[in-house]
T-cell receptor, first 112, second 111 residues
Framework: GDSVTQMEGPVTLSEEAFLTINCTYT??????LFWYVQYPGEGLQLLLK?????DKGSNKGFEATYRKETTSFHLEKGSVQVSDSAVYFC???????????FGPGTRLSVLP | EPEVTQTPSHQVTQMGQEVILRCVPI?????FYWYRQILGQKVEFLVS????????KSEIFDDQFSVERPDGSNFTLKIRSTKLEDSAMYFC?????????FGEGSRLTVL
């Protein structure tokens, strides 16, 4: 079945450091790919998405590129802030169904 | 901005009791979902609902669980006889523009 794998956390960075969170997926067809973010005590919010190969999603300084050849959707940010501390979930939506499949989440802590 | 709302935000119940979690999805959305998250861990799919019936469900969604859309706005998750391992955050979501919109969650604690 479809699945999403992402790097295990927690990830701890200093403010203004470069961030990469790796995400790879297994799916048939052409899924849409997403990054969701969960701030402490809150629900999940969409951070960015990409619906086809080579699309780049971007929001709030974060970006991720849909790479079909490597089945990856790595999240990057050039300079993280303390306010970026949260749990980040990579997810896919298969093109044949309506369910979303989530990765296990990566907790990011940014220190001042 | 339209949002998904959930009630209650926190419920404490005794093992074996019935619990109903309520959700109001975004009004023009057609697909609704329940997910759960145990202790800030993985977000697990429970069930999806479309056109007044279940469209997909996971292995977790056994006979103890049921969903209902009793009127034009509410979408409920019922757990018939709660177990300790049902303690989790339960998130409702609705789908629009190809993305999921989540509520803030209902924390269920089973004692």
């Amino acid at each position: 079945g479809d699945s999403v794998t992402q790097m295990e956390g927690p990830v701890t960075l200093s403010e203004e450091a470069f961030l990469t969170i790796n995400c790879t997926y297994t799916a048939t067809g052409y899924p849409s790919l997403f990054w969701y973010v969960q701030y402490p005590g809150e629900g999940l919010q969409l951070l960015l998405k990409a619906t086809k190969a080579d699309d780049k999603g971007s929001n709030k300084g974060f970006e991720a590129t849909y790479r079909k050849e490597t089945t990856s959707f790595h999240l990057e940010k050039g300079s993280v802030q303390v306010s970026d501390s949260a749990v980040y979930f990579c997810a896919l939506s298969p093109d044949y169904g309506q369910n979303f499949v989530f990765g296990p989440g990566t907790r990011l802590s940014v220190l001042p | 901005e339209p949002e998904v709302t959930q009630t209650p935000s926190h419920q404490v119940t005794q093992m074996g009791q019935e619990v109903i979690l309520r959700c109001v999805p975004i009004s023009n959305h057609l697909y609704f979902y329940w997910y759960r998250q145990i202790l800030g861990q993985k977000v697990e799919f429970l069930v999806s609902f479309y056109n007044n019936e279940i469209s997909e469900k996971s292995e977790i969604f056994d006979d103890q669980f049921s969903v209902e859309r009793p009127d034009g706005s509410n979408f409920t998750l019922k757990i018939r006889s709660t177990k300790l391992e049902d303690s989790a955050m339960y998130f409702c979501a609705s789908r629009g523009d190809g993305e999921l919109f989540f509520g803030e969650g209902s924390r269920l604690t089973v004692l």
